[in-house]
């Protein structure tokens, strides 16, 4: 009897996955040290997506920055768009008028739909539940046909600018979305029969990746994955901006912060927002879209091809770039994955003298290894899913 | 508005000397700390009571070259959950000996930030149980982000790495030969 309770000998393997595994989505390496399959540590490699956007922002006008914010996390470009345009505000002293503030916020909570459809909808259909990553993915799609409506352009959107927005909505708009949201709700309600009383997406997902309130806090981590275990920590709801304290909605909260608690935080922060858009939407008032300051605000068409002084204005803003006085300061937005914050320093030139992006993806890939040590190798894609690592964001 | 004039004079009531200047800053509250001393300081925003500024938010740095003595400074974001109140800390280093304490110990998310300027800054953390560059390769010379790192700057090309029990494909050995014999000396 003795001969069968001894343990085999083992031996501590180092393997290395990724930097392009086809199941993690995304251009990261793990180092992992395996004992059989259970894994005993990790380390994650980032930086292969590095292209040095802050460096790339001291070169340009502060305009000009906001076509790189949507290449950072391009699943929700409008959030990052929105996100610099108000810490530039923020330097600047301005205000933008409500009608701009309403859409932004409306604009912010598309583009968080669109990305958690995303990573839910990744996240099943690696585990083998395409129907229901299918359907996400058809909702996703539909989020995605509004926002090229209004931007005229499907992911890299460049739509909100330092003292406003490109254009105002089209008149469509509100139609458009209320509609989409029925079908939307139809395909998730399809998920949730799909997906909540499977035993085999739950087994996966439950017990797996399981982080403690105080781990979460000591990894400064923040988002669906710090709220998954039940800290409520919302920027919307901690650091109102915006008009966000006007309207009523909810913080999801999880219990045991696993995958799990992480996957359904995420699918009802979707029905949260949806229920934002629609509030939005019916408040909606009338107005302009632009802050009334020609300073950093390009005059009208018929001025510039009318006029030597509105001509001579466009080249100034398009050439030297708006001036934003001398100062530093942090603004963060609640991202689709977390704080999203922009330490920006300016010395009063066209140009930003530093920009610095916080990426709550790079902080969540620097508490992986806490996640899936002790799990399986199998767990790494789900766990990885949840985190919804997006390239742009976590290397820069 | 009083209320945050009253956590800035906390803040200077509780860490005294170590305090440079207090300031604020387009409605955000910032103070500068000299470096020495830096976790205990840490420690105590943490801690104390009527601090308790637990949640780190980010750190970073920025690069005053030719504008302001001493070079760096490091930044760090953080806010109190319970008081719903953020504060920025900014702590100016040399460029001769640009070192500060970790906070690793205090916040283990610290650890990928702290890389991350040890990597694009060249500013190293003194205690950091593993600061090895984060974004760029281990072979990249100099720090990018720093004022005087040129933007069109190309570097060296890397002969392939060896790493020790996997498997190398001949042809990529037969790549290295002929970049060595290429490059010459210069590798």
Redesign the interface.
């Known amino acids: 009897m003795k001969a069968e309770s001894k343990e085999l000998p083992t031996e501590i393997m ?1 393997l ?1 996955m990724g930097p392009s595994h086809p199941a993690t989505h995304g251009t990261i390496k793990f180092n992992l040290k395996l004992e059989g399959e259970k894994v005993l540590d990790c380390d994650v490699e ?2 292969f997506l ?1 292209r ?1 956007f ?3 922002c ?2 340009v006008t502060w305009t000009q920055v906001i076509p790189y914010t949507d290449r950072l996390n391009y699943a929700s470009s409008l959030i990052n768009n929105v996100g610099y345009a108000l810490a530039v505000e ?2 600047i ?1 301005a205000e933008t008028p409500p009608r701009c503030q309403y859409i932004e916020v409306i604009v912010s909570e598309l583009a968080r739909i669109y990305d958690h459809l995303t990573c839910c909808g990744m996240a099943s259909s690696e585990l083998g539940a395409i129907t229901a990553g299918f359907y996400m993915i058809e909702a996703r799609e539909m989020i995605t046909r509004i926002v090229e409506g209004l931007t005229g352009a499907r992911l890299t959107v460049t739509y909100v600018r330092i003292g406003g927005v490109k254009h105002d909505l089209p008149h469509d708009f509100a139609e458009n979305v209320l509609s989409t949201f029925k079908t939307i709700r139809k395909l998730l309600d399809d998920c949730d029969r799909l997906l909540s009383r499977n035993r085999i997406f739950i087994d996966r997902l439950s017990n797996v990746g399981v982080m403690s309130q105080e ?1 979460a ?5 923040t988002g669906p994955i710090l709220r998954a275990t039940g ?1 409520n ?1 919302d920027v919307r709801k ?2 109102p901006y915006l008009i966000y304290d006007q309207l009523d909605f909810e913080v999801p909260l999880g219990s045991r912060g696993d995958n799990y608690d992480r996957f359904v935080c995420r699918i009802r922060e979707i029905d949260q927002s949806m229920k934002i858009v629609e509030q939005a939407l019916a408040q909606l008032p009338v107005g302009p879209v632009w802050i009334d300051d020609p300073r950093f605000v390009l005059p009208e068409k018929e001025k510039v091809y009318g006029s030597i002084e509105g001509l001579m204005h466009h080249f100034k803003i398009i050439m030297e770039g708006i001036h934003v006085p001398p ?4 603004f ?1 937005v609640e991202g689709g994955n977390g ?1 999203l ?1 922009f ?1 920006i ?1 300016s ?1 009063g030139g066209g140009r930003p ?2 920009l ?1 992006v ?1 990426p709550p993806c ?2 969540a ?3 992986f290894h ?1 996640m899936i040590k002790g799990y399986m190798v199998a767990d790494i894609v789900p766990t990885f899913g949840m985190v919804n690592m997006i390239g742009g964001e976590c ?2 | 508005m009083a209320e945050t004039d009253s956590q800035l004079a906390a803040v200077q009531a509780k860490l005294g000397a170590k305090v440079i200047e207090t300031l604020r ?4 509250d ?1 103070v500068i700390l000299d470096r020495g001393g830096l976790r205990e300081s840490f420690r105590l925003l943490k801690q104390e009571p009527a601090l308790d500024f ?5 750190i ?1 740095a ?2 005053y070259w030719q ?1 302001k003595e001493p070079r760096f400074e490091v ?1 760090y ?1 953080i806010f109190s ?1 319970a008081r ?1 109140a ?1 504060l ?1 800390i900014r702590v100016p280093v040399p460029d001769n000996d640009s070192a500060v304490e970790s906070l690793v110990p205090l ?7 702290e890389r ?1 300027v040890w990597d ?1 800054f060249g500013i190293r953390f003194i205690d950091h149980p593993d600061l090895r ?5 281990d072979e990249f010379v100099g720090y ?2 720093r004022k005087d ?1 040129p ?1 069109n700057l190309t570097q060296p090309r890397v002969p392939e790495r060896t ?1 020790n ?2 498997f190398v494909d001949e042809r990529s050995r037969n790549k290295l030969l002929r970049l060595k014999k290429s490059l010459g000396s210069k590798l």
Do not use: N
Not at chain 1, 217 to 221: A, K, N, P
Not at chain 1, 327 to 330: I, V
């Open positions: 180092e290395q980032v930086g590095h040095g802050d460096k790339s001291e070169q923020k330097l002293g781990t806090l000591s990894y400064c981590l800290v920590y901690a650091f100062g530093e300061t942090y963060a704080e914050g330490y320093v010395d003298y530093r610095r916080r790079f902080i890939m620097g508490a806490e290397d820069r | 800053s387009q409605g955000d910032v637990d949640f780190l938010s980010d970073t920025v690069d504008k930044v974001q959950r719903r953020r920025r916040w283990r998310g610290a650890s990928f930030l991350e694009l560059r984060v974004l760029l390769y990018p982000l790192y933007v790493v029990g996997t």
